[in-house]
């Protein structure tokens, strides 16, 4: 039985009407042991409905190729999946999309599956790989290209078994037998409906209508046969987007061991990162950046609920310092990066080092600035020069960025001071200030930031909850971006760590086979 699932509303419906004559028939049959004469009136209905079915059919067309498929959602990106990868689930789509129609005869064509693999790998290559000279498969490993032969077949294979009837049964060659067999069947029915004429010719002058409404049974089967095709392209485009970004270095084992339950995600089209894998060594690193007095250390005092920074007038920052920091809410590990802060004009190239560094280990920055302070100049530089730089490190899904703002205290009216204040559906005049700083830094630094959160950190008005209240949730709320980040920083430190212990051991068990 076919999963219903798999069924559009436009081939149910042609397939009922094109069953309703067979269940007219016994409807009719019933009536007719008492009360002879009514069979009769089965000769015309059956003509009727078949008419009904292929009006069906001509005024409901049907959706364009690229919708004609049965499991028809593109590849949902997994949390760690860099914008580099996210990018190249369009080129898989796209290819979906061009794909040839697929029937019986093709599936048993294994050139197809070669051709269409070599052609998908080939476009996902010219993605990651824009030097038009070097030989696409070069950057790669024996172990990789298996790795994904092994990872797709796999995944197939699983759904197979639990989605199509009869495929631990069915064998190649009467695979191969099935177009023959829908020709003879064709045939007998053929046979079957102008023996049927014999006793009323009425339906001879039927026959087109009823040749018609049978496609909605080959339509059907042609649904299931795509689905499974478009399956296949899309378990293909997943793992070859693994590969060509490096996941599978190490082999399919240890790519499952490692994201196992998020690739079961991925496959039941689930939220990957609500069931990521831990990995060893993982520690989710929130970096802290801004200008000078922007309040920085003041805001890891009030994370840390006490007082492990330095504040005064003149920077105490001038290297990254650590911090260990326990999420309320959650069981996380976390480690706070103190950076050192820039002037309101500039970052100097030695800070803009310091603060890349920070960056590359950080899987969530917070970015503070002080509301009331107009100069966003050095922010913004600083901004656009993460962007660059994480441009480089396409391997690297680069840390969510969430703005701090702080002083919320100075801005109009100054003297007011009644929190807490609700300044995203804002109705006091100070909380109309604060979603106007919000907005003004939001126009200058564009879609780049993950969110906001406005704070109080002085000790003026005394104890505040506002920390808690706005940070908090915004760190909670990217979590799962960071930790997503984390796991894959921490593979690659593993890969690298492991490379050298493997080699050693492969050459050991070499040098062993030979004795």
């Known amino acids: 039985m076919i999963p219903f699932r798999f069924l559009r509303p436009r081939m149910v419906t042609l397939l009922l009407l094109w069953l309703l004559p067979l269940l007219a028939t016994i409807a009719i049959g019933i009536v007719a042991m008492y009360q002879t004469g009514w069979l009769h009136v089965i000769f015309w209905t059956m003509p009727g409905i078949w008419l009904a079915a292929w009006i ?10 690229r919708h004609q ?6 590849i949902k990106a997994p949390a760690f999946w860099t914008p580099r990868d996210e990018m190249a689930i369009e080129i898989v789509e796209d290819y979906r999309a061009s794909a040839g129609e697929f029937d019986f005869d093709s599936i048993v064509d294994f050139e197809r ?95 087109p209508i009823w040749r018609k409404s049978r496609r909605a049974k080959t339509e059907l089967q042609n649904e299931v046969i795509r689905g499974f095709y478009q399956r296949y392209l899309r378990q293909l485009g997943f793992y070859l987007i693994e590969m060509y970004s490096g996941r599978l270095q190490s082999g399919s084992r240890r790519y499952r061991s490692e994201f196992g339950q998020l690739s079961s995600a991925v496959r039941s089209l689930d939220n990957p990162a609500n069931v ?29 609920n006490e ?58 920055v917070l970015l503070v600035m002080a509301a009331n302070a107009p100069a966003r100049d050095a922010d913004v530089k600083l901004v656009q020069a993460l962007k660059e730089h994480y441009r480089t490190k396409k391997q690297l899904r680069p840390p969510a960025m969430i703005v701090v703002l702080t002083h919320i205290d100075l801005l109009r009216p100054v003297r007011e001071w009644s929190p807490p204040y609700h300044w995203r559906s804002p109705v006091q005049p100070k909380e109309e200030s604060i979603a106007a700083a919000v907005q003004y830094v939001n126009e200058l630094m564009g879609d780049g930031i993950a969110g906001y959160a406005c704070v109080y950190t002085g000790d003026v008005h005394g104890a505040d909850s506002s920390v808690v ?3 908090i949730p915004q760190l909670i709320d990217h979590l799962n971006h960071g930790h997503a980040a984390a796991v894959l920083k921490a593979f690659y430190r593993q890969l690298s760590r492991e490379r050298f212990a493997k080699l050693s051991r492969q050459v050991i068990g070499l040098l062993k086979s030979f004795s």
């Open 469 to 471: 209240d706005e940070v």
């Open 113 to 207: 599956y070669i051709q269409d693999g070599r052609a998908l790998a080939n476009r996902l290559a010219q993605h990651y790989h824009t030097d038009a000279n070097k030989n696409l498969l070069h950057p790669l490993t024996l172990i990789e290209i298996l790795s994904v032969i092994h990872l797709a077949v796999e995944d197939l294979e699983e759904w197979m078994l639990k989605n199509v009837p009869g495929s631990d049964l069915a064998t190649i060659g009467q695979l191969e037998r099935i177009p023959d067999l829908l020709s003879g069947i064709d045939l007998a029915q053929k046979i079957a409906y102008f023996a049927s004429a014999v006793f009323n010719p009425a339906k001879l002058f039927a026959y």
């Open 307 to 364: 007082h492990v920074c330095e504040t005064g007038v003149m920077p105490q920052t001038r290297e990254v310092r650590r911090y260990s920091y326990s999420i309320p809410g959650s069981a996380n590990s976390v480690e706070l990066l103190d950076t050192p802060g820039y002037s309101e004009a500039d970052v100097s190239s030695q800070q803009l080092h310091e603060i890349q560094s920070a960056s590359d280990q950080a899987d969530i």
């Open 69 to 74: 498929k049965i499991d028809g959602k593109p």
């Open 276 to 304: 990521m894998q831990t990995l060893q060594d993982v520690t989710t690193t929130i970096a802290v950046m801004g200008q000078v007095k922007a309040g920085k250390s003041s805001l890891i005092n009030a994370l840390m």
């Open 56 to 65: 069906v059919g001509k005024l409901w067309k049907p959706e364009k190729p």
